[in-house]
C-alpha cells in the first residue's frame, strides 16, 4: 500500500511540475502558421506545375568569404534569367541572426552572392526565385568549410 502512495505522489508531482513549464503550445501563432501552410500548398502545387529547377554551389574563397551560385532551369531544362532571386540562411543548431541575401543575375540561368558567415558548418538555405508573377521556393541544407 504505500509503494502504491509513493507512486501516486511522485506522479502529483510529475504532472504538476509538467502543467506549469509548459503551455502546451508549440507554435507561437498557430492560427497564422496554418494559413500560412495553406498558402504553402497551393504554392507547392504551382511550383510543380512550373517544373523549375535549381543547383546550388558553395565555394570558399581565399578571402573567407563564400561563393554562393544557384542555377535555375526550366521544364524544357532551358536557362532562367531575368529572375528576382533571393535567399535567406539560418544556423539549424543555433539561433544566429538569419543572413538575407540577393543574388545578382550572372545570365545563363546564374545567379550569384558573395556571402560573409559567421561560423562554418551546416545551414539552411531558403531560396526564392520570381519572375513574371510567378515565384518558386526551394530549401536546402548546406555545408560550410
Given at each position: 500500500?504505500?509503494?502504491?502512495?509513493?507512486?501516486?505522489?511522485?506522479?502529483?508531482?510529475?504532472?504538476?511540475?509538467?502543467?506549469?513549464?509548459?503551455?502546451?503550445?508549440?507554435?507561437?501563432?498557430?492560427?497564422?502558421?496554418?494559413?500560412?501552410?495553406?498558402?504553402?500548398?497551393?504554392?507547392?502545387?504551382?511550383?510543380?506545375?512550373?517544373?523549375?529547377?535549381?543547383?546550388?554551389?558553395?565555394?570558399?574563397?581565399?578571402?573567407?568569404?563564400?561563393?554562393?551560385?544557384?542555377?535555375?532551369?526550366?521544364?524544357?531544362?532551358?536557362?532562367?534569367?531575368?529572375?528576382?532571386?533571393?535567399?535567406?540562411?539560418?544556423?539549424?543548431?543555433?539561433?544566429?541572426?538569419?543572413?538575407?541575401?540577393?543574388?545578382?543575375?550572372?545570365?545563363?540561368?546564374?545567379?550569384?552572392?558573395?556571402?560573409?558567415?559567421?561560423r562554418s558548418?551546416?545551414?539552411?538555405?531558403?531560396?526564392?526565385?520570381?519572375?513574371?508573377?510567378?515565384?518558386?521556393?526551394?530549401a536546402d541544407?548546406?555545408?560550410?568549410p
Open positions: 500500500m504505500l509503494g502504491f502512495l509513493v507512486v501516486i505522489g511522485v506522479n502529483a508531482v510529475l504532472i504538476v511540475a509538467a502543467s506549469k513549464t509548459f503551455s502546451g503550445l508549440v507554435v507561437a501563432n498557430p492560427y497564422k502558421k496554418g494559413v500560412e501552410y495553406s498558402a504553402n500548398q497551393q504554392d507547392i502545387a504551382a511550383q510543380r506545375q512550373l517544373n523549375w529547377q535549381h543547383r546550388i554551389t558553395v565555394k570558399p574563397r581565399p578571402d573567407g568569404a563564400l561563393g554562393l551560385q544557384v542555377y535555375w532551369t526550366d521544364a524544357a531544362g532551358l536557362a532562367l534569367g531575368g529572375m528576382t532571386v533571393t535567399a535567406s540562411l539560418e544556423r539549424p543548431v543555433e539561433k544566429l541572426e538569419t543572413i538575407d541575401v540577393v543574388l545578382t543575375d550572372l545570365g545563363g540561368g546564374v545567379y550569384a552572392a558573395l556571402l560573409q558567415l559567421p558548418g551546416i545551414w539552411d538555405m531558403h531560396v526564392r526565385a520570381e519572375r513574371s508573377g510567378r515565384h518558386v521556393v526551394a541544407r548546406i555545408r560550410v
